[in-house]
Every structure is written in C-alpha cells, then in structure tokens.
C-alpha cells in the first residue's frame, strides 16, 4: 500500500546558493538555491551560466532548480579587449607636450564638475573621485607584482556639500559604481553574513556588496552609521582584497573592490577642526 524504490546509481552533487550578476540591472538579489551534477569546484563570488530546469522536491513538494551544466562566465571586465581603435580614443586623456599629469587631471576634473556634477568649487573632490574610480588592480614593481593596487578614499565633510550628488552624478556618468547607504544597510548587507534558506534549518554565507563587486567599485555612504568595531572588522578587505568569514560555517572570498567613503563627522560640524584629517576619530 505504499510506493516502494530501488536506486540504480548515486551521484554527489553541489549544493550552490545563487543570485544574478550585479551587472543585470533589474535583477531579483534574492538568493536562491541550485543543485548541480555538473561540477563540483564552483568558487564563491564567481560569475556562472547555469543550464537546468525546475523539479519538485519529493519529500516537501517545492520546486528546486536541477542545474546538469555550471560552468565559469565571462563578465563585462573579462570581455573587454583593449583595440587600436579605443587606445586611440583614449589619447585625449594624455598630458600634451609639458603639461604634467595633475594637471591633465585637473582638467578633466574641471570638465567633469562643469558637463557632469554641477557641483563647483569643489576640484579636490572631483579629483579623488577619478583616481579611485581609474585605480589599477595591481601593477609591477621591482621585477615582482604587487597585487594590491587599487584604492580606496574617505570624503568627509559637513551635509549638503556635494559629497554624495557629485559622487551619485558620476556613477551615472561612468555606468559604474554601486551605492550602499549605510546607514540603512546592514554589515552582512555590506561584507556578508549567515542566512538561513527556505526556512530550513540549513545556514549559508551569503556574500554582501564588497565581496560581489570584485574588481568594480562601491560607494559606502553615510558611513558614519557604521561602528568602529565593524570597520576594524574589514581590515582584511582593505588590506589583502579577500573577506573571510568564520561562523557556523566557514568561507572566503575576494574583495579587490575599490571603496569610496562618504561621511559626516561624527560629532557636530567641521568648524570645530583646524585640519579635516581631525575629524577622522583615531
């Protein structure tokens, strides 16, 4: 009186807990889970085609996605090629003749706050956004590599300076840049964290904004709503571009994210420091 079954064969298979690309605009963040039969060395914060279909599962009747082909995608940073024709666009952003550097970029810092931001006044700001946004991943020095070259900036000042339109006007402007307001995140949100999934009692990380921008940028707004103990907690992202998290379950992942810092003082205004470096707590 009861359906009785006799397996042929076993095969292990991955348990993978997926999300779309940040590069799909309008995709669903939620993260869902997939068993492949594929592979089994699927890295975490790796951008992946999944080919399979949706199935029930025979002990609670909800669908699972069965994926029989995972296999590593080119993302937009991958696919880009460096043409004759795009090296030769780019020459307009060179010195000419003895123009030094800082001064090239003193002028397109100057065209962008005129044609980009409206924000005026303010060429020290539009600075330190171009470099952190045209920071280099790593560059060669002394015969070796040195794996740890992009950068990341603190913008402090009082409200309504231009910080955060400047720096908003820009991302539009470059198609590139992903906000976070902290204040309204949270840590995992923003690093990464354990979640339980499907009500089950099964707990995955799943990684924040940092970990899933590698190689891109991110825009920490308002960032004075972080603790200081969570900052500490992310000196392995500043420092070696990989987050590690060590809970009921362990994982890491890369984090060569470029990080831009927005943020008010603490305490009161400016008007109180002699110098702006003052109104970084120590």
């Keep these: 009186d009861r359906l009785t079954h006799d397996p042929k064969s076993y095969q292990t298979v991955e348990q993978l807990y997926v999300r779309p690309s940040w590069e799909e605009e309008d995709g669903d963040f939620t993260p869902r889970r997939v068993f492949s039969v594929g592979r089994h060395d699927t890295m975490p914060s790796q951008v992946v085609r999944v080919v399979g279909t949706t199935w029930p599962d025979p002990r609670e009747q909800k669908n699972e996605f069965l994926a029989w082909d995972v296999h590593e995608a080119e993302s937009a940073l991958d696919e880009f090629v460096m043409t004759p024709e795009i090296n030769r666009q780019l020459r307009k952003f060179r010195p000419t003749g003895n123009q030094s550097p800082l001064s090239k970029l003193e002028e397109i810092c100057e065209d962008n706050s005129d044609k980009v931001t409206s924000i005026y006044g303010r060429p020290d700001l539009h600075m330190a956004i171009s470099l952190i946004y045209h920071s280099i991943a790593s560059y060669p020095l002394f015969g070796g590599i040195e794996s740890r070259g992009w950068l990341d900036a603190l913008i402090i000042g009082d409200t309504r300076t231009g910080k955060s339109e400047a720096v908003q006007r820009m991302a539009d402007h470059y198609h590139a840049g992903y906000l976070v307001n902290c204040e309204a995140a949270s840590f995992a949100g923003i690093v990464g964290g354990l979640q339980q999934m499907g009500g089950s009692r099964e707990w995955a990380i799943t990684w924040g904004a940092i970990p899933m921008n590698d190689r891109r940028l991110v825009v920490l707004d308002e960032a004075s709503g972080l603790t200081h103990e969570q900052i500490q907690q992310m ?45 970084i707590a120590p």
């Design 235 to 279: 000196s392995d992202v500043r420092t070696r571009g990989f987050v590690r998290l060590e809970k009921i379950t362990q994982d890491q992942a890369r984090a060569r994210t470029r990080l831009l810092w927005l943020s008010n003082p603490r305490d009161a205004s400016m008007d109180q420091y002699t110098y702006g470096v003052q109104a």
